[in-house]
């Protein structure tokens, strides 16, 4: 049986994956090491650690309150990353998939667990070498986790697009905003969480999971939102890795807030039919961004993904005051009227011509150069 840790209502805490390029043709390079290495001759106190491929390394915030506070800690991260980078001559970068790599000359990072997914998964664990922002907020109880997964749920849409940095993959432009949830889109877990209603339904899902030999834990779940019982909270898994860390701590904010409206707001309740459309609008945010399509299954009503948001923005007015993330909020309706990530990168390439100087440009972004 799973124990959900309750933690203090909308704290709340983000993953970044991060690219490490050489800054001579700027493909991915095997760095994660030697990065790790001279980060670790400080005593930080920071969680940065390897993923699954050693061209990839993950950082990831304490818990938080004040979205402020969280920038301040990247701030202070990022600053201790550059310096390790430097003296190794690499670049770091946001973004959700490095354009010009190839899957084939990724390397496993020598960890239990990561052998344990290459194994099972093939060549698919080396084509996972993409880069997500994950969300963490804390819920008081395994059944508000349960709730506020599914009230998110027509959401995803919105944080899709909101940090879509992956239009180009494999050396070619893949004329979607995010092409980097098509690669975990093959992972047979993966998708949404089934429609059960409180932790104990959930704990009944999990042990008949287990029992038939599917999953042993919480991580064998590749779900675009997920409880995480181990630490208290919703997590929501589906955004690219922004450009810059600003970013990334304005949807966080944003989730932190949509949680408030919707802890707040009691006489909301999950309904099955949200999932009726749930792909296809994620679909249409992955490939369209913005001007994708959002069909609300419970109205019957059609809009753009454009303007969902803008309208729960407004919605979500009163809870941003009372929580202080109004700045946030306008960082990514700024965004809205920028057209975003993807694209700035496409905008780049245009210019360039050159997908070595798209991710120069975008780790000169990240690194604050």
């Known amino acids: 049986m799973l124990e959900f840790n309750n933690s203090t209502p909308l704290t709340m805490g983000v993953e970044l994956e991060l690219q490490i390029v050489n800054r001579r043709d700027y493909n991915l390079t095997r760095g994660s090491d030697d990065l790790l290495e001279i980060i670790n001759k400080v005593d930080h106190g920071y ?6 491929t050693e061209s990839m390394i993950e950082i990831a915030t304490s818990v938080h309150t004040d979205h402020h506070a969280m920038l301040a800690e990247l701030v202070e991260m990022r600053k201790l990353l550059v310096a390790a980078a ?15 790599q190839h899957w084939e000359d990724q390397r496993i990072y020598p960890t239990d667990r ?61 004329t979607f905003q995010s092409s980097r949830l098509t690669s975990i889109n093959a992972f047979p ?8 209603t409180d932790w104990d339904g959930f704990n009944t899902y999990f042990d008949k999971m287990s029992k038939l030999g599917i999953v042993a834990s919480m991580k064998d779940f590749y779900w675009d939102l997920r409880p995480k019982p181990e630490y208290g909270t919703v997590e929501i898994r589906v955004c690219d890795t922004p450009l810059t860390i600003e970013t990334a701590v304005a949807l966080g904010a944003y989730a932190q807030t949509l949680s408030k409206y919707f802890m707040d707001n009691r006489d909301l309740q999950p309904l099955q039919d949200t999932y009726l459309t749930y792909s296809y609008n994620r679909f249409q945010a992955c490939r369209f961004g913005l001007n994708g399509a959002l069909i609300n299954p419970i109205a019957g009503t059609q809009s753009s993904i454009q303007e969902d948001i803008l309208n729960t923005f407004d919605m979500i007015r009163d809870a941003a005051d009372a929580l202080g993330t109004s700045d946030a909020i306008a960082l990514l309706r700024n965004r ?32 604050g150069k």
Not at 47 to 52: G, V
């Open 86 to 100: 430097d003296k190794l001559n690499l670049g770091l970068a946001g973004g959700g998939a490095h354009p010009f």
């Open 336 to 367: 809205v009227n920028a057209q975003g990530d993807a694209t700035w990168l496409r905008a780049s390439y245009e210019k360039s011509g050159s997908l070595s100087d798209v991710v120069r440009q975008q780790s000169n972004v990240w690194m």
């Open 189 to 196: 877990l993966s998708g949404y969480m089934p429609f059960v």
């Open 47 to 52: 969680d940065i650690k390897p993923e699954i």
């Open 114 to 174: 990561y052998r344990l997914v290459s194994d099972l998964y093939g060549y698919l664990a080396k084509q996972f070498t993409v880069y997500g922002q994950h969300i963490h907020i804390g819920c008081p109880s395994g059944d508000e986790a349960i709730r506020l997964s599914h009230l998110l749920a027509r959401t995803i849409p919105h944080f899709i697009t909101l940090s879509a940095s992956s239009p180009f993959y494999q050396g070619v432009d893949t």
